[in-house]
């Protein structure tokens, strides 16, 4: 068929009744002679050839006069016009040294000008036009240098040439009375922009004064640490919705039902608010000093929290700076201030410590981890997801693992590859200021905890420290027929439980519940070793830093945080006990004085288990005369919290503020451990916190129904 369909093509037609046609002439097909003709009179370019798309219809044509018309040109080529829009003009396409030389009528030749060498060649061939005797003249003196430039001017020109012009004439507002630059007159200085991560004076003197403030002058307690019956305000009995737990959690929860009109009575077993992430005061020789109960990393992912904090009229307590990793071994890599992904392409283009495949290989990380839409395999944990996208295990070792541990408070090994997906997306995938290391000027108390406690107070909530719930009763309501709660000594009609899952998981059982799988949560501790210098004989720090941790020489620690220049508490009166943590009188011989504070962060501390206190200390310090230098602190204070975090594992459950509608309705969750994909972190409390009281809010879940 197809050899068919091509026979009229190849031969010429012939006309029916007609002997059959005599076939076209070779010469119709290709004039290699008119070809040649055609390019000695362009004189240069390709060598021409017919057209050979016409070939075919060529010969199909009919010959010239058939039919009483004029045929065609035989080898089919355009006439001149024509042939000149067909063919592209040869000039552009050849450098300008192959051009013909340039003919001038009834002049020699120009010189052929190689336009491969720049103006210097150009110039020494004399190449411009020499234009008019004076300018000739000038062309010259160009060429000359200082006082004989000059001389080769002609007179009326040379004054230009003497000199710089004269300045303007002063006057008496040109500013000629002004000083001179500050220059090293440091007095005269401007000072620079303070660096944002280190403690201020002014911030902290101001919450020192709005803490004194919040502080009874005869007892000097905290009104956050009132006994339960003297708090102010009305009964519990009167309010509708509880919320057990003061940590992130329930206080943004509380907030949120507050602010909507909602009664709220708050609940909390601890003396203050802030939970796992609250202020404690530790005594050390250098006296007593406010710190946070363990050194915590935020960024600015943690949108919600940050909101809530600027909300809450503590934004100015936050510094930030673009996403840096480094440390001690080499590792250098810093975020452009470009806009995603640009931010993190320039700090993998520029990392040190990283070889090009190791940045490759981190880069084909993310982009894959992107194209999967951020989801890993079920079930899969850190270290398979790395090894299914090839990691080097260099890379591993030197930035992976320490994120996951960081992030995760889990070993790659253990850890959910969800999990720590969705922590690069909202971080290194995301926008670039979600990149940025967020760092507080003052303990993380002031930061949230405590100002969201004077909200609710202002609000009129009702706020009971030091008053553990130990069992939720049920009772249906008379009138309405629904569940309502008692608490202490109120009832309520909702209630919300804002704890960690093993506290919600006893409590339940203690009221007769079944928690489910709210008690399969497992906790793994994070210790945060606190490093004190006199502010004086300080080592230079970085704002922070990767420690390279060596479990087999006893180097724990992961991160490294400088909190500044941080004053003593000793104008402050002496509470019953100098600390939470660690009880007991002041240290003989203390020296109090201003000090320079680090946290050091070891996390996934159930490690440190078969480790005495003296020990991990002892490593810690030998670990940062490694990394930096200088002078061994005067103190380190060892703080662990033995349930930090909940494990972060791939098999974990994974729970909704609304678990127990159907045993326990008008009960709800809210927690760190219930947003989903995310390991337990102040911002996972937070959204959890602000969604288990908009559901609560939300019309359909009215009180005490069976959602
Ligand atoms: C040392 C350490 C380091 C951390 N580092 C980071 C970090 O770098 N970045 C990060 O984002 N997160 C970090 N976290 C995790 C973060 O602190 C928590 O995820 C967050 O604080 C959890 O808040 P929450 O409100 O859900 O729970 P919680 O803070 O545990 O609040 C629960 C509250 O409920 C109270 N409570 C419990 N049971 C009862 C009861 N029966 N009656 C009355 N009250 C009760 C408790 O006293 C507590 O105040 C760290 C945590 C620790 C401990």
């Known amino acids: 068929m197809a050899g068919r369909g091509r026979a009229p093509v190849r031969e010429r037609p012939a006309a029916s009744g007609q002997p059959r046609a005599r076939a076209a002439p070779r010469g119709l097909l ?90 210097a060649a150009l110039r020494g061939a004399g190449a411009r036009d020499p234009g008019s005797e004076a300018q000739r003249a000038l062309r010259r003196a160009d060429a000359l240098r200082g006082g004989a430039r000059a001389r080769a001017l002609p007179a009326r020109l040379r004054g230009a040439a003497r000199g710089r012009p004269p300045g303007p004439a002063s006057r008496t507002d040109d500013g000629g009375n002004l000083r001179h630059a500050a220059g090293r007159d440091r007095a005269r200085r401007i000072p620079g922009a303070r660096p944002a991560h280190l403690a201020h004076a002014d911030p902290q003197a101001l919450a020192r004064l709005a803490h004194l403030r919040g502080r009874s002058p005869a007892t000097g307690v905290s009104r956050d640490t009132d006994s339960p019956a003297s708090v102010g305000g009305e009964p519990a009995a009167g309010h509708r ?67 809530l904090i600027e909300r809450l009229g503590a934004g100015a307590l936050l510094g930030r700076a673009p996403l840096s990793l480094g440390s001690p071994a080499g590792l250098r890599m810093r975020a452009a201030r470009l806009p995603a992904p640009l931010h993190l392409a320039w700090a993998l283009a520029t990392a040190r410590g990283l070889g090009p495949g190791a940045r490759r290989a981190t880069l084909r990380l993310m982009l894959q981890l992107r194209r999967a839409n951020w989801r890993g395999v079920a079930g899969e944990t850190v270290t398979a997801l790395l090894a299914r996208h090839r990691q ?157 941790e060596d479990e087999g020489r006893c180097r724990h620690g992961q991160w490294l945080f400088d909190r500044g220049t941080v004053s003593p508490l000793e104008t402050l009166p002496l509470p019953e006990t100098l600390s939470p943590l660690e009880p007991g009188p002041a240290p003989a011989g203390a020296r109090p004085g201003p000090a320079r504070l680090a946290g050091i962060v070891i996390s996934v501390a159930s490690r440190l288990d078969a480790l005495t206190p003296e020990a991990v200390v002892a490593g810690v310090s030998a670990q940062l005369a490694e990394a930096f230098g200088g002078p061994p602190p005067a103190a380190v204070k060892l703080v662990t919290e033995r349930r930090a975090t909940f494990r972060c594992t791939p098999d974990r459950p994974r729970l909704g503020a609304d678990q127990l509608r159907r045993q326990a309705p008008g009960l709800w969750l809210a927690g760190d451990w219930l947003w989903p994909d995310y390991p337990a972190t102040l911002e996972a409390a937070v959204r959890s916190g602000t969604d288990t009281a908009l559901r609560i809010l939300d019309a359909r879940t009215a009180p005490g129904t069976v959602v």
Request: hydrophobic share 40%.
């Open 30 to 119: 290709d004039r290699p002679a008119a070809a040649a003709r055609d390019r000695r009179r362009h004189a240069d370019g390709p060598r021409a050839e017919p057209l050979p798309r016409f070939r075919r219809p060529a010969a199909v044509l009919p010959p010239r006069g058939r039919r009483g018309r004029r045929a065609g040109r035989e080898h089919l080529r355009r006439d001149r016009a024509g042939h000149a829009r067909l063919r592209p003009r040869t000039g552009p396409r050849f450098p300008a040294d192959q051009h013909h030389p340039r003919r001038r009528r009834g002049r020699p030749q120009g010189p052929h000008l190689p336009a491969d060498r720049g103006p």
């Open 392 to 548: 080097p295990p260099a890379l591993v070792a030197r930035l992976w693992a320490p994120l996951c541990i960081g992030a995760l408070n889990t070993l790659p090994g253990e850890a959910c590859a969800a999990s720590f997906a969705a922590v690069l997306r909202d971080t290194l995938g995301a926008d670039r200021r979600a990149s940025d290391f967020v760092t507080p000027h003052a303990p993380l108390g002031r930061l949230l905890p405590e100002p969201a406690v004077e909200r609710l107070r202002a609000l009129g909530a009702s706020i009971r420290f030091r008053t553990p719930v130990r069992r939720l009763e049920a009772r249906a309501d008379p009138a309405t027929g629904r569940a309502r709660w008692r608490i202490d000594d109120g009832e309520f009609d909702q209630a919300v439980l804002a704890m960690a899952p093993w506290s919600a998981a006893r409590l339940l059982e203690a009221s007769d519940i079944p928690p489910g799988p709210i008690g399969d949560f497992a906790p793994e501790p994070i210790a945060t070793a606190w490093a004190l210098w006199p502010a004086n004989a300080a080592p230079a720090l970085p704002r922070w830093s990767l420690l390279d």
């Open 241 to 307: 919705i509880a919320v057990v737990g003061a940590g992130w959690a329930g206080l943004s929860a509380a907030l949120r039902l507050a602010e909507a009109g909602r009664r709220v009575a708050l609940f909390d077993a601890a003396p203050t608010s802030g939970g796992r992430a609250r202020t404690v005061e530790l005594a050390t020789p250098l006296g007593r000093f406010e710190i946070d109960n363990g050194q915590h990393l935020i960024v600015g992912a943690y949108r919600e929290t940050l909101a």
